[in-house]
């Protein structure tokens, strides 16, 4: 409870017993801190019961001049409410659509790193892919080389044998089947 309801009761008291202008100095007081404050509810409330006490008491040219303050007030709040309501709007309407672009920009990542997974994997089994050719590169070498080995050997060994069956052991020469 602030001086200025304290000043504004004060006031009021003092229209009730017919203090008219300690009242409303009083009074008048009493609003001027509550506006210092800020232009509220509570400034309108205040001036309403104001407003009322004049009446009341007769002072219709104040009580004429602190009606028109109230409807000045009350429309001023009353815009305000409407533009704070409209800001909070858009605020909420503004967070919902950075809400889905970070929901967007979040697949979007999640698409984008399954990609690059998938590009590792593709580049690792390339890589495993030449390996193994190269293995089995290696491997159809040494064959051909084991190959070309026991074919020589083999082409010796029928020559030495074709020798022999035309050749006499002993002595070099031709035998009768030569």
């Known amino acids: 409870y602030?001086?200025?309801?304290?000043?504004?009761?004060?006031?009021?008291?003092?229209?009730?017993?017919?203090?008219?202008?300690a009242g409303m100095k009083a009074a008048g007081t009493g609003l001027e801190m509550l506006e210092s404050r800020g232009r509220d509810a509570e400034l309108l409330v205040q001036l309403n019961r104001y407003?009322?006490?004049?009446?009341?008491?007769?002072?219709?040219?104040?009580?004429?001049?602190?009606?028109?303050?109230?409807l000045l007030l009350e429309t001023e709040l009353s815009r305000r409410d409407r533009l704070s309501t409209v800001i909070a709007l858009?605020?909420?309407?503004?967070?919902q659509q950075r809400q889905r672009q970070m929901e967007q920009l979040q697949h979007d990542?999640?698409?984008?790193?399954?990609?690059?997974?998938?590009?590792?994997?593709?580049?690792?089994?390339?890589?495993l892919l030449a390996a193994?050719?190269?293995?089995?590169?290696?491997?159809?070498?040494?064959?051909?080389?084991?190959?070309r080995e026991s074919n020589r050997r083999l082409a010796e060994?029928?020559?030495?044998?074709?020798?022999?069956?035309?050749?006499?052991?002993?002595?070099?020469l031709f035998n009768r089947r030569a």
């Open 51 to 70: 407003v009322s006490a004049l009446e009341r008491r007769g002072e219709t040219s104040e009580s004429w001049l602190r009606l028109r303050e109230s």
């Open 2 to 21: 602030s001086l200025g309801h304290a000043l504004i009761n004060i006031g009021l008291a003092d229209l009730g017993v017919g203090r008219v202008q």
């Open 157 to 172: 060994n029928n020559q030495s044998l074709e020798y022999a069956s035309t050749h006499d052991a002993v002595t070099g």
């Open 132 to 147: 193994a050719m190269g293995a089995g590169g290696v491997a159809a070498w040494r064959l051909y080389l084991r190959a």
């Open 109 to 127: 990542n999640a698409l984008q790193a399954a990609e690059i997974r998938r590009r590792a994997i593709e580049r690792t089994l390339s890589l």
């Open 90 to 95: 858009q605020r909420e309407s503004s967070f």
